[in-house]
């Protein structure tokens, strides 16, 4: 009888709601994030939405400027605290970090469970605070109007970005525990898959650098409540203070959502090109490299507000200096691909479309690193622009990525590749039509967080509204064919990539429940692929 529970399916039987809502098992826990990002990405989705529609035109047409404010700060804290952050490590880290390593589950599933309730509930206090009225500060919450001028909700959503803090702090300490004590016999450290390193650095920002921003936010809250005198001037207190300890963390935060995808990207490219990745060591200490150096760059975003010239100088150097990981990986993965056996399945493509988005956003951001040229686009669009083509253009292509590739695996039932292909398409060009002309926008000088704008910009505008629409329905698309293939999808077997990762190798599509029948015994370095022939749909 307990060989053949092992054997069943995590997804089990029959539903039972509680057994899901209390459960234990780190792949029902990804999906519980799967599910509670993709509301949350259509939230975010929305608040998007609402920004094009009123940037049509140079003229109020749609929202107040108070409106505007509000839709803004829905779309900025909705996207980054309640999907990008918790978005790859919840669903893809939960669900194959363990498999990948050769366990049965995490270090501490009581933790893991405790860690997606805390992402949820303080998503909730967000929700509550956009429900009674939103906030209108903006994601970054700038003092002194957060802390003492706003009359929005702004204590509310700071309590539940301090709480969702808590679960990504408890999920990075979770990872690290379980890939330092719970790899399978022969997993070393350079057996590791690339994603498995690539958390393992995400995991220590998550530890080191969360509790920065709880603690600011908290500071917020009491000079909001008490009056103390922290970041207000007219109560003795220093508003740059604020922006040193936001940046802080958010720099690096940056990487808590790239660092991922980039794992995600080595995975996928290997894969579909059939090639050992190139430079693996290289790519694993890149990693670390990115997590370490983002922690100094912090005054590179305070370029304008007073700060010393040689701090300005050391700041802008290590911006280039951080650029150089990222580089690595873009020509590591690009070498990967040289004579490679490539099949341009729908994975492949998300694939391929980071690689030339993420690009162009980090070579911007070497130019936002400049001294002198980030002092005429500060606060400008070009920022914007910027800032949507490491996050949209990183994360969220690695998360689409991350979804058609391993969704065979988790639930055994293939898409529809045509429409999975189209999908790809319609994002990449919808992106690039909503983004790029941003850069010029900001370029001849349209400052960002304004609702009206002069006449001459509003052909640029027009254009990237109409792209935002091409990309909502890039975005929306998958959401039909993906849920469309669990009831009309085809069988997807064991291993339909012809991947090499133990995931693929030692597990049932889906996984059984505790995923290995008996303990793997690794013997092979990863991504041991010699140009042989991919299975067929």
């Not at 200096?321 to 341009?344: C, E, H, Q």
């Not at 994002?427 to 002309?437: A, D, E, I, K, R």
């Not at 959401?479 to 469309?484: K, Q, T």
Request: glycine share 10%.
């Amino acid at each position: 009888m307990e060989s053949l529970a092992k054997k069943e399916s995590y997804l089990g039987s029959d539903f039972d709601l509680k057994s899901w809502l209390l459960t234990f098992d780190h792949k029902r826990i990804g999906l519980l994030y799967l599910l509670a990002i993709t509301f949350f990405f259509m939230i975010g989705g929305i608040g998007a939405m609402l920004i094009r529609l009123e940037l049509l035109t140079p003229q109020p047409d749609v929202l107040s400027a108070e409106l505007y404010n509000r839709a803004f700060t829905l779309h900025g804290v909705t996207m980054i605290f309640f999907f990008m952050i918790p978005s790859i490590p919840g669903v893809f880290g939960n669900f194959f970090i363990p498999m990948m390593i050769g366990a049965r589950d995490v270090a501490f599933p009581r933790l893991n469970l405790t860690s997606f309730y805390l992402y949820f509930g303080g998503a909730l206090f967000g929700i509550a605070a956009l429900l009674l009225g939103g906030v209108d500060t903006g994601w970054t919450f700038y003092t002194p109007y957060s802390s003492t001028y706003s009359n929005s909700n702004v204590i509310l959503m700071a309590v539940g970005i301090f709480i969702a803090g808590f679960s990504s702090i408890l999920t990075g300490l979770n990872f690290i525990v379980t890939i330092h004590k719970m790899r399978a016999p022969g997993m070393t450290w350079f057996r590791l898959p690339l994603f498995v390193w690539a958390h393992y650095a995400t995991s220590l920002i998550q530890v080191l650098g969360t509790p920065v921003i709880a603690v600011t936010l908290l500071l917020v809250a009491l000079e909001r409540l008490l009056h103390f005198g922290i970041f207000d001037p007219k109560l003795g207190g220093d508003p740059l203070l604020f922006q040193h300890l936001f940046w802080f963390y958010s720099h690096p935060a940056v990487y808590i959502m790239v660092l991922p995808g980039m794992g995600v990207i080595s995975e996928v490219i290997a894969c579909f090109s059939r090639k050992k990745i190139f430079g693996y060591s290289f790519i694993a200490a890149s990693s670390f490299a990115i997590a370490l150096l983002g922690f100094f760059v912090w005054g590179h975003h305070m370029f304008l507000t007073g700060q010393s010239v040689y701090a300005g100088v050391v700041f802008s150097f290590i911006s280039f200096l951080v650029a150089i990981p990222s580089a690595v990986k873009v020509f590591n993965w690009t070498a990967t691909l040289y004579k490679g056996k490539i099949y341009l399945r729908t994975p492949m493509l998300y694939a391929l479309g980071f690689i030339g988005l993420f690009t162009i956003g980090g070579l911007t951001g070497v130019m936002l690193g400049t001294l002198g040229l980030d002092v005429h686009v500060h606060d400008t669009y070009f920022v914007v622009a910027h800032f949507h083509y490491v996050m949209v253009g990183g994360t969220i292509m690695a998360y689409m990525a991350a979804i058609h590739f391993w969704w065979p695996k988790m639930f055994g039932r293939m898409y529809s590749e045509f429409l999975g292909r189209l999908s790809a398409l319609l994002v990449f060009v919808g992106f690039n039509l909503t983004f790029f002309p941003q850069f010029i926008l900001g370029y001849l000088g349209m400052p960002r967080r304004y609702h009206v704008y002069p006449p001459e910009f509003q052909v640029l505008n027009v254009f990237s509204s109409a792209g935002a629409s091409i990309l909502a329905v890039g975005f929306i698309l998958p959401f039909f064919y993906l849920l469309g293939s669990l009831v009309w999808g085809k069988k997807a077997g064991p291993n339909p990539w012809g991947a090499t990762g133990l995931e693929w190798q030692n597990a049932d599509s889906p996984p059984i429940t505790e995923n290995f029948e008996k303990t793997p015994h690794v013997t092979e370095d990863p991504y041991e692929y010699h140009g042989e022939d991919m299975p067929d749909e």
